[in-house]
Each structure stands twice: as structure tokens, then as C-alpha cells.
Antibody
Framework: EVQLVQSGAEVKKPGESLKISCKGS????????IGWVRQMPGKGLEWMGI????????RYSPSFQGQVTISADKSISTAYLQWSSLKASDTAMYYC???????????WGQGTLVTVSS | EIVMTQSPATLSVSPGERATLSCRAS??????LAWYQQKPGQAPRLLIY???TRATGIPARFSGSGSGTEFTLTISSLQSEDFAVYYC??????????FGGGTKVEIK
């Protein structure tokens, strides 16, 4: 069974750093792209970026380029999304999702809620 | 940049009735369109890809149609578990923003 399990909810202060994770199982982790999607409170879905764990090829949405860093450790089948300096506007639910060759998302993680507040 | 516009924003439907959701692209995305369902407190779930192919395990009451710039998701007979928000996503042109703004299907 394909599963993507994300790390737990985080509460941070502005200016702090953060790295959240997404662990894949039940499939060949290095053979599929993984994407990160943001959902701000009460809002829609925004694609942030994608990574191919097989070779760490990474691409970002222009809206998120320079704002976050996406990485992966294929040895433990885990993808990451990190911030070096959080802002209150980063408060959102973040989902990871597997991407099929057609570039749509077939399996999703349960989401990680990030709250940034002073 | 391709802009995906979903309408209506909210659709009020009685259980057992048909629901028709629209998604329009600002330029052609061929058949490279997916639909997702999101219930409160849950992650999105893939319903349709390739504009009209149901994903694994998706009931036959969900159907997708269209190509180019006009797409439709039809739920033939709404069940209680179908009340949710539905998003379309184009994947013809990456890496630009790909999702529509969503349509909320609520109980009438």
C-alpha cells in the first residue's frame, strides 16, 4: 500500500527555521516525483515545488522560489520542505503528494499544519 | 501562465440530484486535467485524470469530460459523502500555478 506520512504539527515564531518531512512507503521512492502543496487557512491549493528523489532534481513554482528549500534523502525514503526564516504568512497546511508520470498527484500525505505566531 | 477558473464557487444540491462543476483554462491544456475532492480536515483525493479517466476506487457516479479549455466534472447522484470542495488541476504546462480556486458542493 502506497503511503506518505508527514511529520507532526509545528508552532513556531517569526524568524525561526523549520524542516518538515514526508516519508514514503509501499512503492519505489526513487522512481516518482514528490510535490509539496500549500493550503492557507480557508483557501485553495497552491503547488510549491517538486523533487525527484532518484537524483534530487528539484523545481520550484516561481511563487515559492527562494522562499523554501525542497530536498530528499533517498536512503530513508523521505522528502523535506524547509524554511530558513519563517513569517506569519507561512501559516498553512502543507501537503506532500506523489506525482505520476502525467504530472498529477495520485497519493497525498495527511498534511502538516505549520503555525507561525509571535 | 495558465489560469484555471472554476465555477460556480458554491453549488447547493440536494442528495440524489446531479451536480455539474465547471473548470475553464485560459489557454488549451489538451486533456491534461485532473479533479480532486477535499473533505474538511482531510487531504485532497484524486478523482479524475486525463480529463475523463477515473482514478482507482472512484465510484462510477463521478465522471469527467472536456478537452482544450472547457472541462466538466459531473456527479450523477449526490451521496452524503460527496459534499466537499472540488479542485481542478492542469498539468499541461508546468511549473506554473496549476490549480483552480475550487467549487464547494454543499447540501441544499
Amino acid at each position: 500500500e502506497v503511503q506518505l506520512v508527514q511529520s507532526g504539527a509545528e508552532v513556531k515564531k517569526p524568524g525561526e527555521s523549520l524542516k518538515i518531512s514526508c516519508k514514503g512507503s509501499g512503492y519505489s521512492f526513487t522512481s516518482y516525483w514528490i510535490g509539496w502543496v500549500r493550503q492557507m487557512p480557508g483557501k485553495g491549493l497552491e503547488w510549491m515545488g517538486i523533487i525527484y528523489p532518484g537524483d534530487s532534481d528539484t523545481r520550484y513554482s516561481p511563487s515559492f522560489q527562494g522562499q523554501v528549500t525542497i530536498s530528499a534523502d533517498k536512503s530513508i525514503s523521505t522528502a523535506y520542505l524547509q524554511w530558513s526564516s519563517l513569517k506569519a504568512s507561512d501559516t498553512a497546511m502543507y501537503y506532500c503528494a506523489r506525482i505520476l508520470s502525467g504530472w498529477y498527484f495520485d497519493y497525498w500525505g495527511q498534511g502538516t499544519l505549520v503555525t507561525v505566531s509571535s | 501562465e495558465i489560469v484555471m477558473t472554476q465555477s460556480p464557487a458554491t453549488l447547493s444540491v440536494s442528495p440524489g440530484e446531479r451536480a455539474t462543476l465547471s473548470c475553464r483554462a485560459s489557454q488549451s491544456v489538451s486533456s491534461n486535467l485532473a479533479w480532486y475532492q477535499q473533505k474538511p480536515g482531510q487531504a485532497p483525493r484524486l478523482l479524475i485524470y486525463g480529463a475523463s479517466t477515473r482514478a482507482t476506487g472512484i465510484p462510477a457516479r463521478f465522471s469527467g469530460s472536456g478537452s482544450g479549455t472547457e472541462f466538466t466534472l459531473t456527479i450523477s447522484s449526490l451521496q452524503s459523502e460527496d459534499f466537499a470542495v472540488y479542485y481542478c488541476q492542469q498539468y499541461n504546462n508546468w511549473p506554473r500555478d496549476t490549480f483552480g480556486g475550487g467549487t464547494k458542493v454543499e447540501i441544499k
